[in-house]
């Protein structure tokens, strides 16, 4: 089978609201002692390696890997903002977005330059937005010929993970090979009325950037009905993210 197409990001390092503040409040202890990130530099003190390897280990030794313009001293700068100032004002941030943010489960992964929040797109999140884990969808998938395998194969298999689909495009889809246009019918996970920059996580689930909750004209780009995500202000396409349930037709688009 084949990777499912996007970027990997562990599951484990998701966690609510509360849980975040929770460990702030451990490495703000830490500062009380005289121990932290500040200047980029990690001081001599286990419990802090301990808690940095532990909930931002893949953000310092594994994205910094993987970018080169990211740099560890970004994320450790971050580790102190967050701690101090920006884990207090998530709730009041981006609440007005989601149904429940205090049931939802956040992480912070490496975009374009910095840090930023991912809200994990799983069950619980579908079922409060939606009342629902069982709304069938139709919607289109750009895909390589080995990404249609892969979705075939998880179809076959049994394996339901989540895909980013779409029903209205303004722009050409920017890989060129994935000329491929696959008709998919699949269980509703999130809709968005523009592209919200979901990832990939290791257990099949897909994580949305919060900043892209933020919409022209102070809407919300989470379509709380997915049938009237259907209008794009930002004329590139909507996002509608689905688990297969089976393709219903694809063709090879000669589209570059």
């Known amino acids: 089978m084949y990777p499912v197409r996007g970027y990997y ?5 998701f966690f609510t609201i509360s849980q975040w503040e929770e460990i702030a409040n451990e490495f703000l202890a830490l500062e009380k002692q005289g121990y932290d990130t500040r200047g980029g530099v990690i001081d001599d003190n286990a419990t802090l390696v301990g808690l940095i390897n532990k909930y931002f280990g893949y953000q310092l030794y ?4 993987l970018y080169d313009e990211y740099t560890k001293k970004q994320v450790l700068d971050f580790i102190e903002d967050f701690v101090n100032h920006r884990v207090w004002g998530l709730k009041t941030e981006f609440e007005k977005y989601i149904v429940n943010i ?52 998880g179809i076959q298999q049994g394996f339901q993970y989540s895909i980013s689909t779409f029903t209205t495009q303004a722009r050409e889809f920017f890989r060129p090979e994935s000329n491929v246009l696959v008709k998919v019918k699949g269980k509703l996970v999130a809709a968005f009325q523009s592209d919200a920059k979901t990832l990939v996580t290791d257990r099949g689930n897909r994580a949305a950037n919060l900043f892209r909750f933020s919409y022209p004209d102070n809407e919300n780009n989470l379509c709380r009905n997915w049938e009237q995500c259907k209008n794009d202000k930002t004329f590139l396409w ?15 688009v000669n589209k570059y």
């Open 238 to 252: 909507n996002e509608i993210v689905v688990k297969p349930i089976s393709i219903l037709d694809y063709k090879v």
């Open 9 to 13: 990001k562990p599951e484990n390092l």
């Open 62 to 65: 594994v994205e910094t890997e």
């Open 102 to 153: 205090d049931n939802d489960k956040i992480a912070f992964f490496y975009s374009r330059g910095a840090l930023e929040p991912y809200v994990l797109l799983d069950k619980e999140f579908t079922q409060e937005t939606y009342g629902s884990t069982d709304i069938e969808v139709e919607t289109l998938h750009w895909a390589s010929e080995q990404g249609l395998k892969n979705i075939m194969d």
